[in-house]
């Protein structure tokens, strides 16, 4: 069983767990109209409970008109027809239950979609009674409104800038403008994501008791917490000040107004005391927190506060942007050391980290930092997982990354689906960039990358669907796929059960101390863990040349057993390419 022993030895039961992250739309499809479900869910889990993780994430099932493929609910406390059915998600449960795992749910409530019954009682007027549940301002005087009213093409994305009427000059994560200008009242809402996510205003105290009134129904029908959508958003200032304009930027940047705003702490901390506290079950809480830094994740995780158990934070997956994340520049291992050193050391007394590669916004780890080429991809996909899990940390696996899934082949603009990618193509295109170098970064960094369908299979829709896929499959998936990986003892899938089991097994990786090893090496990857008589080094490559292991660590390690490898019998003296060792000393 999953839970028993060390695991649930504390009370923050999820130090020793692993979450594993399912995308529904992408994981497994059971009615054959080419979109996962709840159903086809539920008929894997033996899958996942092999591979030993202790709680799944679930992205959005809820009603949603799918603008953002699901981050743009429609109704709280019911599930997508797409997905299933209440009831579906009901068995789900009591399946993910029964095997010991646990169930966490996406909570996206800085914004609902416009289709919502909230926003659609919102927008009939200024006299609505919902009015100020979204933020509704007037046009700016004198502004120009061309291009920003109900039906534009996309809003705002023509006539933003300083002759804008939008009330302020913010731009919104998926290109335009963040005002959309309504037809009824001629006044614009708010939405940091696309005009189909108008942003919640938080300020208003029934806004604040209806989000929390819909999480207590989850909870209450069994639900083991939330991983919480770009929850450092919710607390604007409400003044709403124009953002300074950078480099050739349209639009100016709002983020020091709503990133970790005035109230954030406040609001989680209520939240925590009218959701979470003095219920009996073992929760988990995660916090998507775009732009957070580590001074406020300290707050934001620190137990004594009562806000949430754990964050995302980006820094790490940033580190090889350009001037925007489509411009794709090369990672200097120094930087990410230092970046992900910085956060062990600055939530080692107070807080804890979560440790992610991948997710459904970020392209597949093993074509990004390793190579997805035939030679090395086994070699460096478990190179990178195990570098991770072994951090200080709550590690994430998402679907397909225990496989070693890699970015797709996106042959033509029209393959892509993501509204980001879309909304970026659109308006580079429009500001006269080539068509075809933009397609290149969107084959690097776009999401759709971590979406194609699961590949179960070598069959012709890789076990994923019977039908025709919603998102093509990954011509690979005839090598790269769950059979062939559970039936091969050296696969990544075997590698990162065995990554998983060790975490379980080993307090030390769990609760023990981290101390970053060459730091300014440019190739080689060490730490140790540390706690009471047990301290483990991981030692890893990062490059596609043998590497001398320096002197120092090949004497004080030469007689420490290796626990876990992913090249076979190691030379005490050089690492291979792309090569993890991990020993052990007691
Ligand atoms: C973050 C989610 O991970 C992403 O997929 C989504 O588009 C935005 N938040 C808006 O909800």
């Not at 997905?83 to 009591?94: I, K, M, N, P, Q």
């Not at 005087?141 to 093409?153: C, Q, T």
């Not at 954030?264 to 995660?286: C, D």
Request: aromatic share 10%.
């Amino acid at each position: 069983m999953a839970l028993d022993g060390l695991r649930d030895a504390d009370d923050a039961w999820w130090k020793s767990a692993v979450v594993y992250q399912i995308y529904p739309r992408s994981f497994a499809d059971s009615n054959g109209d080419g979109i996962g479900d709840l159903a086809g869910i539920t008929a894997r889990l033996d899958y996942l409970m092999e591979l030993g993780v202790d709680v799944l994430w679930l992205s959005p099932v809820y009603p949603s008109p799918q603008d953002d493929n699901g981050y743009d609910i429609s109704d709280y406390r019911d599930i997508d027809p797409l997905f299933g059915t209440l009831a579906d998600f009901d068995r789900l449960l009591a399946s993910v239950h029964e095997r010991g795992m646990r169930l966490v749910m996406d909570l996206v409530v800085n914004h609902t979609s416009d289709e919502h019954p909230w926003f659609r009682e919102s927008r009939e007027g200024p006299n609505s009674a919902k009015r100020d549940w979204y933020w509704w301002r007037p046009a700016r005087k004198g502004g120009d409104a061309a291009g920003e009213g109900e039906g534009s093409e996309s809003a705002g994305s023509e006539s933003a800038g300083s002759e804008s009427a939008a009330p302020n000059n913010w731009g919104s994560f998926f290109s335009g403008s963040a005002w959309q200008q309504d037809g009824a009242s001629g006044e614009y809402y708010l939405h940091l994501f696309s005009p189909k996510q108008p942003d919640l205003n938080w300020e208003n105290p029934q806004v604040r008791q209806a989000v929390y009134a819909l999480m207590r129904w989850w909870l209450d029908r069994g639900v083991d917490g939330f991983r919480m959508d770009v929850i450092n958003l919710i607390s604007k200032d409400p003044d709403l000040p124009d953002g300074a304009l950078h480099g050739d930027g349209l639009y100016g940047d709002g983020s020091p107004y709503y990133i970790c705003g005035p109230r954030v702490h406040e609001y989680l901390r209520e939240m925590h005391r009218e959701v979470f506290a003095g219920r009996p079950e073992r929760l988990l809480t995660v916090g998507e927190m775009p732009g957070v830094t580590l001074e406020h994740a300290r707050l934001f995780t620190d137990p004594a506060r009562g806000e949430v158990d754990m964050v995302f934070q980006f820094e790490h997956v940033g580190l090889d942007f350009g001037r925007s994340k489509f411009d794709v520049r090369p990672l200097r291992l120094t930087d990410l050391k230092a970046s992900l050193g910085r956060w062990q050391t600055g939530l080692a007394e107070v807080g804890w980290n979560s440790l992610y590669w991948n997710n459904h916004d970020q392209p597949r780890i093993v074509s990004r930092f390793g190579d997805d080429g035939p030679e090395y991809r086994v070699r460096s996909a478990t190179m990178l997982g195990t570098v991770l899990h072994l951090h200080r940390g709550t590690p994430y696996v998402y679907q397909g990354e225990e496989l070693g899934m890699t970015n797709a082949p996106f042959a033509s603009i029209e393959d892509v689906h993501d509204i980001e990618a879309l909304g970026h193509y659109t308006q580079a295109v429009r500001a006269g960039e080539d068509p075809a170098r933009v397609l290149d970064g969107l084959r690097a960094r776009g999401r759709d990358n971590a979406r194609t369908p699961m590949q179960w299979d070598a069959s012709e829709h890789a076990g994923f669907t019977t039908g025709i896929p919603w998102l093509p499959i990954n011509p690979n998936h005839t090598t790269i796929n769950a059979a062939a990986a559970v039936a091969d003892p050296e696969s990544v899938y075997h590698h990162y059960r065995r990554l998983i089991a060790l975490r379980h097994s080993e307090p030390a990786l769990v609760h023990g101390d981290f101390t970053m090893l060459l730091a300014d090496d440019e190739r080689l990857y060490a730490f140790t863990r540390r706690y009471r008589d047990t301290t483990f080094l991981v030692l890893a490559n990062f490059t596609g040349e043998a590497v001398p292991v320096p002197v120092d660590l090949v004497a004080e390690w030469a007689d420490a057993p290796l626990v876990l490898g992913n090249a076979g019998p190691i030379d005490a003296k050089v690492v291979r390419p792309w090569e993890a060792r991990v020993h052990r000393r007691v």
